[in-house]
């Protein structure tokens, strides 16, 4: 179980290490009204989307992106009011405990958006290429899939962590250890030893 916690922190921390890197290219009122955008996008038109497909196995999930889409975009409002700027140990604190609340919930919630957008963009794609397609189904899952990607960016956007930076990324470190271990030893050369054929000779 620890392993796979440290697998998923992991993957957390290289993704979010990959919009800390764009996020610092974007001035910060860009950035977040971008942000506060991209939760309406989330929210509104993935949730309609889903809601159209009159499938009830979506249902729990376009709940769960509008509650995640709220909170991501009162947190996009706050970094506009520059209450977000506060750093403790590289990551975004606040003195607020409501705030250090979403920011917790965004921070735990926002890969498992990244992985169900991705699911319902595969799922949409498989739609799409049967037999008999059923187009709209596969136009409404596609539209919430790329609608809960956009959220989800967004999520990682609101919580910029720049000490990422200062390291190596994870595909990096991955082949700094695979190439360490096929890495192969210096050969030995043997060293000659001397024969005597008497003390005598030896001293």
Excluded: C, W
Aim: no cysteine.
């Amino acid at each position: 179980m620890n392993k796979l916690m440290q697998a998923y922190t992991s993957l957390d921390e290289e993704i979010l290490r990959y919009y800390t890197k764009l996020g610092m290219k974007i001035p910060e009122k860009t950035l977040y009204k971008t942000t506060r955008a991209a939760s309406y996008i989330g929210g509104v038109i993935g949730g309609t989307s889903l809601l159209f497909t009159n499938h009830i196995a979506f249902l729990p999930f376009m709940g769960g992106g509008t509650f995640f889409a709220g909170i991501n975009l009162s947190l996009s409002d706050l970094g506009l009011e520059g209450e977000l700027e506060e750093e403790t140990n590289g990551e975004t604190k606040s003195m607020n405990p409501v705030v250090n609340f979403a920011q917790n919930v965004v921070r735990n919630t926002r890969l498992p958006v990244l992985a169900g957008s991705i699911a319902l963009g595969a799922i949409s794609y498989n739609l799409f290429n049967q037999e008999t397609p059923d187009l709209e189904k596969a136009i409404l899952l596609g539209v919430a899939g790329v609608s809960y990607f956009t959220l989800a960016s967004a999520m990682y956007l609101n919580d910029r962590k720049p000490k990422l930076l200062q390291r190596d990324s994870l595909l990096t470190q991955v082949y700094h250890k695979v190439k360490n271990a096929l890495t192969l030893p210096p050969e030995r050369v043997p060293v000659p030893v001397r024969k005597y054929s008497t003390l005598e000779s030896a001293l």
